[in-house]
Every structure is written in C-alpha cells, then in structure tokens.
C-alpha cells in the first residue's frame, strides 16, 4: 500500500519570508507559519490557548513571489509535505521537520501583514496571488490594455527527495 505525506495548513507568517539560492541558482525560502488553537478549558472556564510554529521551505518561481509579496503577520495557506532532516552540532544530532510547499496561496489583505510590500498589491479574488499597480496614462494618447489579474501564484511541483541537499538547516524560529 502506497502512503501519503500531505500537510496542509492556513496561518500567519511570523517573519518576512528569506529567499536564497543554491550553488545550482535554484531558488527557495524559508519562512515560519503560526496556528493557533483555543479553547476554554472544562474545570476553570477559562480561554486556553496554543501556538504551534510551522518551519516552510519552497522552491522556485513561488519561492521569488513569496520573498516578493508576503511579510511578516500575512496570512496564507501552504499546502505540501513534511520532510525532516538532521544535522550535527557541538557533537549533538539535531532534527528538523519542515513543511516542503507546492502551493502556496496569499490570503487576507496587504493590510493584514505588519511589514510593508513593495511593488503590486495581493488580489482580492479569493485564492491570493498579485494584481500588478496601476500603471499612469501613457503620454501617447492611446488606449491602454490592462492585463487580467492572476488568480494565484504559480507554484512548482517537486518530486519527492528533490530538495537540494547542500542547503544548510534553518534552526531559527522567528518568535
């Protein structure tokens, strides 16, 4: 029987997302996505709550839109699949589970984000993605066309154990 490693999670970026490239120029970067549970607690009455922090990695064209239009508290759904890995330190093995995308969607405003984009601004048609600015009138006089909005980011699909293995780990939890 085949088996299934498909994670699927909607939640805040804790940090700007931080691209960088492989020796092959194969671009990917790294961010960290919150979820938070509450509930109230059935002795007391009173309101719990828990954060869990979601290491990201994704590659790619995606990766570039990420490290362009999301910052920090932007909310967006990553849809991939676990991968953990170790690595040696001071004689001690340390492991990692991130959470490898293939789809990455930017949800809630550009106002819902603490840090500032540049350049366009997300879409509002559900799904996230990026609508170019408004360009200003051409001096020419002429009509011009205007571009129909992408629906979402283009994402690229990974085969399995496709991750660059010269990639240092990323042990750093923005919180």
């Known amino acids: 029987m085949a088996g299934l490693n498909k994670v699927m999670v909607i939640g805040n970026l804790g940090a700007d997302p931080e691209l960088r490239y492989s020796p092959q120029g194969t671009a990917f970067a790294n961010f960290s996505v919150a979820t938070t549970d509450s509930w109230s607690d059935k ?3 009173e309101k ?3 954060t869990e922090w979601h290491k ?3 590659f790619g064209k995606t990766a570039e839109n990420c490290a362009k239009y999301l ?3 932007r909310q967006v759904y990553v ?3 676990l991968q953990t890995s170790s690595y040696e330190k001071d004689g001690q093995t340390h ?3 991130k959470i490898v ?3 990455v969607h930017f949800l809630g405003t550009k106002q819902d984000s603490i840090g500032s984009n540049q350049g366009g601004e997300p879409s509002q048609q559900g799904g996230g993605g990026y609508t170019p600015k408004q360009q200003q009138p051409n001096q020419g006089g002429a009509p011009q066309q205007q571009q129909p909005p992408q629906k979402s980011v283009n994402t690229q699909q990974m085969p399995n154990n496709d991750t660059p293995s010269n ?3 990323d042990d750093e939890i923005p919180f």
């Open 43 to 45: 002795a007391t009455g």
């Open 48 to 50: 719990q709550e828990k």
């Open 56 to 58: 990201i990695v994704v």
């Open 71 to 73: 910052s920090k508290g």
């Open 79 to 81: 849809e991939g699949r």
């Open 95 to 97: 492991y990692i589970t």
């Open 101 to 103: 995308a293939d789809v």
């Open 167 to 169: 990639i240092p780990p």
